[in-house]
């Protein structure tokens, strides 16, 4: 009797552990997802404050060589934002859920929000 009872703790136990683990890894692949959406939205709100931007010195009749430099400027700043999100988002998590992060740079981490369009349009989009 008592190593029934021990039988069935410890599968009661291996599967809870399990159970936890699956849902922990599903709650990061989320978080992943989310923080990659966000991430996409400020990119196009920099996007829209550009363009504003450069309407704006366009109209002020500055030089073509000082609007030159700003967009280049600009563009060297989107690629920073770019490297620093992706870096930071993987440096948030332990070494032992690194492969379940399939991405690792910027192009990589937007064919995974791609793949998994479905999950944020039904998520945040539709409601």
Partial sequence: MTLVFIFGYLTCKV???LKSARLSIQLIQMSNLVSLFL???????FE???VLCLKDLREK???ERNL???EENLDLEIELFKKRSI?????????FFQGVVPYTDW???MNYLES??????STYLEK
């Fill in 48 to 50: 829209h404050s550009r």
């Fill in 87 to 95: 870096s930071l988002l993987l440096e948030v998590h332990p070494d």
């Fill in 15 to 17: 599967f809870y552990y």
């Fill in 116 to 121: 998994n369009r479905n999950v944020i349009m």
């Fill in 107 to 109: 192009s990589s981490a």
């Fill in 61 to 63: 009749d500055i030089s």
């Fill in 68 to 70: 030159k430099i700003y």
């Fill in 39 to 45: 991430l996409t939205r400020a990119l196009e709100n």
